[in-house]
């Protein structure tokens, strides 16, 4: 990780040198893809090595997102894609061309795998862990592992990049927080050339914060969390009164619920954590709100909870703690009025709104009609 961390810092400042726009996102979904590459599939696709860090195949997982809905209500429609000749989807859906390519790879790894006479071969991917245990052997097949790496590309890539970005964008936007953020880096890192490793900075509170709180206002996935009560009924009980309501207000008023068991129930995390009852002010970011009440983190669902939440939770911990120590430690915000010019960043035509707050659920969030991300002005 440190190695990745290294090449990102050299590619930000190229944009300083060559006075470019950097694609924020783009870049933090280069770093996250190096990653989880090479963690699963024992070999680093290196996306942040490429000019333009392969951003082709970013596109080809964003239109794989937005298929979700169409898939989940159409499921004759996964097969029949994975079915259609390369030449036959290049035509259809261009911008699947990467992907496809990508899980010839895989295909040709897991081969290798079978057939070679080494046990060893391949030990360090995911697909040897696979291969080589108890499961049946229906859980084996080719179209099972390759959906495996599917699973493991798109949610070890995307959901940290996306996390990354926005927490650039909230640390440019809200400058006393990243001057605390700073303090913190530089007490912890005295040598701003020193690589920050997850030893030291996991117990920078305040990093802790800015990431909680990160987490929490920008959740990568829109999934919702299904739970379902086997055996008995819930009862989801009456709201407490509201004011008297107007004569003319033909509404029902509300009553209590009682949910069958076997219904499945369920509700998108960033509903959950925006409750103003348990966060006040839900929708600005508010880092401090976890150094004042540390119980807070019960109820950040982020990951998910129980025995589904995310698997990869202690790889994306440490990538938040490691990129982002790294990036801030060694950039401040741009502010020519306080004299801080020199290895800064800058927003470059990013809002919010459009840019890093979630517009659509596609399992991961999918972010405003025409955005392009974070980007940024490095000097």
Not at 288 to 302: G, H, S
């Amino acid at each position: 990780m440190q190695q990745v961390l290294a090449l990102l810092l050299g590619r930000i400042e190229s944009y300083r040198e060559t006075e470019k726009i950097m694609p924020a996102t783009v870049c933090y979904k280069a770093v996250t893809g190096d990653i989880i590459t090479e963690y699963a599939y024992g070999k680093s696709v290196g996306n942040l090595s490429e000019p333009d860090y392969n951003v082709s195949f970013y596109n080809g997982l964003d239109k794989l997102n937005d298929l979700s809905k169409v898939r989940l209500h159409l499921p004759w429609l996964g097969p029949l894609m994975e079915s259609l000749p390369l030449p036959v989807m290049s035509k259809l859906v261009p911008e699947l061309v990467p992907f496809i390519e990508m899980k010839d790879q895989w295909r040709k790894q897991i081969l290798e795998i079978k057939n070679s006479n080494n046990k060893e071969a391949g030990k360090d991917t995911i697909f040897h862990g696979l291969l080589y245990n108890d499961l049946p052997d229906s859980e084996k097949s080719m179209t099972r592992l390759i959906q495996e790496a599917h699973v493991i590309i798109m949610a070890g890539q995307e959901t940290t990049a996306l996390v990354l970005s926005a927490l650039t964008y909230e640390l440019l936007t809200n400058p006393a927080c990243l001057t605390k953020l700073k303090e913190a880096l530089a007490l912890a890192l005295p040598n701003e050339s020193e690589t920050p490793t997850m030893s030291k900075v996991e117990q920078i509170p305040y990093l802790t914060a800015v990431l909680y709180e990160t987490l929490r206002l920008h959740p990568p996935s829109g999934a919702p969390i299904t739970r379902v009560a086997p055996n008995e009924a819930i009862l989801y009980p009456k709201p407490a009164p509201a004011p008297p309501r107007p004569q003319h207000n033909k509404t029902p008023a509300p009553k209590s619920i009682i949910i069958p068991p076997k219904t499945p129930i369920s509700m998108p995390f960033h509903l959950m954590m925006c409750d103003p009852t348990i966060f006040p002010n839900p929708k600005a970011w508010i880092p401090d709100r976890w150094i004042e009440n540390p119980k807070l983190d019960r109820y950040i669902l982020t990951f998910g909870r129980g025995t589904r939440m995310c698997i990869g939770i202690e790889l994306a911990w440490q990538e938040l703690y490691v990129i982002a120590a790294g990036v801030f430690r060694k950039y401040n915000r741009y502010d020519p009025m306080a004299g801080k010019v020199d290895h800064t960043l800058e927003l470059y035509k990013t809002t919010r709104e459009r840019d890093v707050d979630m517009n659509a659920d596609a399992i991961i969030i999918r972010l405003g009609k025409g955005s392009q991300g974070v980007r940024l002005r490095v000097r």
